[in-house]
């Protein structure tokens, strides 16, 4: 997509000028009202579309978004982006033909989420793309691209990358929390995917956090909105608070005491859009000299250029996203791209060869309260599904030829003890356990959240524990002690310490919330019909005792970036039906000395086992040096390797990949020595073979 036509803007510009200083703050919220007198029709800007068209009725659900990060597959997300735009495109010209302006319906989107899940226990690291500033940022920038569209000239939809910045947890404080990150954290960790999205992706628009950062409100923050995100990243869009952001400064930030002072005080640092009405305190700013109209008119002006990119004010005949018909909604091209990617998505953790199962008939007992939960695969921010299949249908169905019986034996971590004897008295007739369990949105979720709930109840939020649920713990070990095999399958959005479980049971697979056709997916990698390949976006931890506090912002000792302990599962992991062998790693150099020089890497990966399969190449920078995270990602590629083939597959490493990043957030050579790691995880945990390179940094 094109940076800002010129036209575009000068359109925009023509149309402020027509309008009223209270027409003007009118449409500064997100609920902007018509004006007749200019043909200005009313706009909603609020829309979702984590993983799939959300809350506007009937569109695909895909794998949430910790599942997409799971895939590791970059070309995938762009063609799930794809046709969640396609959705979006072809409901908002059908909800216009029948005079549906409203929430949910328009083509600003309010996604993806590309904070980073520092800490298992936020709630809404379901929503992220994972740990790791590199794979975020690789994710986001193909899933904006393909949001975005390829047009020279309009956009298919306006995407929006949040909460910038430095936004992860506690939910219950972010609405007043102040952090104060070293340099170093802000530009190693919290800053690179927001910079890629800006200035690789193109990002049209970006959502403030609720936090403080450095004591400035994120919506209010000259150094994050003007310094960094314009001055710096070059950021010619505009800037959407997230919602009651604004009425926060002056409510529990503090900072201010008055709505007119907080909403002069965000537009001033340039939030141009403000979701909910503290905007409307404006008139007042105005009066009272607290804020100048030409501030007004930037704001405006950002505002309406990717209105008039979007093609809301040209003949429908001349925007060619406007052609895509409704019939794209949840067809079954856009189904079978969801049940592709639960299946690309999903890590298998540990396989003491009781994995693939066979197909001769056997009685099978599938078990769990997640077993045959439809709501549980979705996640939150969800749109409305045409059909689901749960775990327990999809296991049915594959196993046509045996036995299948189901009981939920507890809830997600409630406990009923009539339903937990009922659970115990199915392994008396079968061969084999399936156990589903995990979370679900009450346990994990957005601060208030009742989406995926039952009516009245409301999600904790954040966990205070990251251990499998007490109800869950107590039935699987009273299963195990029936002796029949077992074979656990997590759904969930976030790190699960399975310590009991990885001891005792022979087989682990992790699921995610793997949206409309879950079960079907689970099944497929069950019973071999898939080879699984998903890798772990997230560090599984064995217990809170190895994690600072949760408010602790500082990187110390967090992620497989700077944690020193040993973990349940690392990032990066995942294991497979098949096995491979790295060999003839090679560079083309081994020593940088100048910033614009790059390194070019081959590896040949082979498939040496008897199923064909995926793997995920994985290249680390490590170092020894202090001033360096212990290891980063710095390259990946999903490739595919039939029975016995060999592939050579390339990276370019660009010296910015062996910079550092000072106390004062500025990037330069330190003289030292790295070692450059090839394979399928990182060096210690991986089960296939490493190959190691040294490159000497040179001042």
């Given at each position: ?5 010129q036209?575009?803007?000068?359109r925009a510009?023509?149309l ?16 902007a009202?018509?004006?007749?007198r ?5 706009y909603?800007?609020?829309n ?7 809350r506007?009725?009937l ?8 599942g997409?990060?799971?895939?590791w597959n970059?070309p995938?997300?762009?063609r799930?982006a794809t ?8 409901k908002?010209?059908?909800?216009l033909?029948?005079g549906?302006h409203?929430q ?5 989107m309010?996604s993806?989420n590309?904070?980073i ?10 929503e ?6 590199y794979?975020?940022a ?13 047009d ?21 404080a972010?609405?007043?929390?102040d952090v104060?990150p070293s ?11 927001f910079e890629?999205?800006i ?5 049209a628009s970006?959502?403030?956090?609720y936090?403080?950062v450095?004591?400035?409100p994120?919506c209010?923050s000259?150094p ?8 710096k ?5 505009f800037?959407?608070?997230?919602c ?5 400064i ?25 979701c909910?009405?503290t905007y409307?305190?404006?008139?007042d700013a ?5 804020i100048?109209e030409?501030?007004i008119d930037?704001a405006?002006?950002?505002l309406f ?6 093609g809301?004010f ?13 019939s794209?909604?949840d ?6 791209l969801s ?17 693939p199962l066979?197909?001769k008939?056997?009685k ?11 709501q549980?695969?979705l996640?939150?921010y969800?749109g409305?599904?045409?059909y689901?299949?749960?775990p327990?249908e999809g296991?049915?169905?594959?196993a ?9 034996g507890?809830g997600?971590f409630t ?9 115990l ?5 079968s061969d ?9 949105q009450?346990?994990?979720g957005?601060?208030g ?7 009245g109840?409301?999600?904790k939020g954040d966990?205070?524990s990251?251990d ?5 713990d107590?039935l ?5 002690n ?6 656990l399958v997590l ?10 479980a ?18 079907t997916?689970?099944?497929d990698?069950l019973f ?6 998903g890798?772990?976006p997230v560090?599984f931890?064995?217990?809170l ?10 990187m110390k000792?967090?992620?497989?970036r ?7 599962y690392?990032f ?6 098949t ?6 790693f ?10 614009d020089?790059s ?6 990966v082979?498939?040496?086992g008897?199923l ?5 190449v994985q ?6 040096c ?6 980063q990602?710095v390259?990946f590629?999903?490739?595919h390797?039939a029975?016995?083939?060999?592939k ?7 010296s910015e ?18 070692t ?12 296939t073979?490493q ?7 040179n001042?």
């Open positions: 997509m094109a940076k800002q036509n036209q575009f803007k000068e510009q023509a402020v000028a027509q309008m009223t200083r209270e027409e003007k703050i009118s449409q500064m919220m997100h609920r009202p018509a004006i007749e200019l043909n200005l029709p009313e909603n800007w609020w979702e579309c984590l993983h799939g068209v959300g506007a009725g569109a695909t659900v895909f794998p949430q978004a910790i997409l990060a799971a895939t970059t995938l997300m762009h799930v046709a969640i735009s396609d959705e979006a495109r072809a908002h010209h059908e909800a033909r029948n549906n409203g949910y319906f328009g083509l600003t309010w993806p590309i904070n899940f520092r800490d298992p226990r936020w709630g809404r690291g379901q992220t793309y994972g740990e790791d500033p794979l975020t690789r994710m986001g920038v193909a899933f904006i691209t393909g949001l975005q569209g390829d020279p000239d309009y956009l298919k939809v306006v995407a929006t990358p949040k909460h910038y910045a430095v936004h992860s947890g506690p939910e219950h972010r609405h007043h929390f104060s340099r170093r954290d802000l530009w190693e960790t919290y800053l690179p995917a890629a999205c200035i690789e992706a193109d990002a970006i959502m403030g956090a936090n403080r450095d004591g400035d994120a209010a000259k994050l909105l003007q310094d960094i995100l314009r001055d990243w070059g950021f010619d869009g800037v959407v608070s997230d009651g952001a604004i009425d926060d002056y409510l529990h930030h503090k900072v201010v005491e008055t709505a007119a002072e907080a909403a002069a005080l965000a537009v001033i640092a340039g939030c141009d859009l403000e909910y009405r409307e305190a404006l008139i105005l009066d009272t000299k607290l100048e030409e501030t930037r405006l002006i950002r250029t990717p209105r008039y990119q979007l809301m040209d003949d429908p005949d001349t925007v060619p996203y406007a052609q895509i018909p409704y794209v909604v067809c079954e091209e856009h189904r079978q049940f592709e990617t639960a299946r690309e998505a999903m890590a298998l953790l540990k396989n003491d060869n009781l994995l066979t197909d008939p056997q099978i007992a599938v078990i769990g309260p997640n077993a045959h939960d439809p549980v695969l996640g939150n969800n409305t599904h045409s689901t299949v749960t327990f296991i049915q169905a594959r046509s030829q045996s036995e299948v019986t189901y009981s939920q507890c997600v406990k009923d003890n009539r339903a937990f004897q009922e659970a008295h199915l392994p008396q007739e084999l356990i399936i156990f589903v369990g995990g979370l679900n009450a346990l994990e957005e601060e959240q009742e989406e995926g709930l039952p009516e109840l409301v999600s966990r205070a990251i499998l649920p007490e109800s869950q107590d699987l070990k009273a299963l195990h029936t002796g029949k095999p077992i074979i759904i969930n959005g976030s790190a699960i310490a399975i310590n009991w990885d001891d005792h049971l022979p087989a682990i697979l992790e699921a995610w919330y793997p949206g409309q056709d879950g079960g997916a689970i099944a990698i071999g019909d898939y080879n699984p390949a890798r772990l560090t931890y064995r217990s005792d190895d994690l600072p506090s949760f408010d602790d912002y500082s000792n967090r992620t497989y700077y944690f020193n302990g040993e973990v349940l690392p990066g992991y995942g294991l497979s039906y096995c491979f062998e790295y060999s003839n090679q560079a083309d150099k081994n020593s940088l000395c100048l910033q020089e390194i070019n890497l081959t590896v040949d082979s498939n040496t008897d064909p399969s995926d793997e995920v290249i680390y920078r490590i170092s020894n202090p001033d360096y995270p212990h290891r990602l390259a590629e999903r490739i390797l029975i016995g083939e060999t050579t597959v390339s990276f370019i490493l660009s990949q062996f910079m550092m990043i000072d106390d004062n957030g500025e990037k330069h050579f330190q003289p030292g020595i790295f450059v790691s090839a394979g399928g995880g990182q060096t210690e945990h991986t089960l073979q190959t190691t390179i040294t490159t000497v940094i001042t």
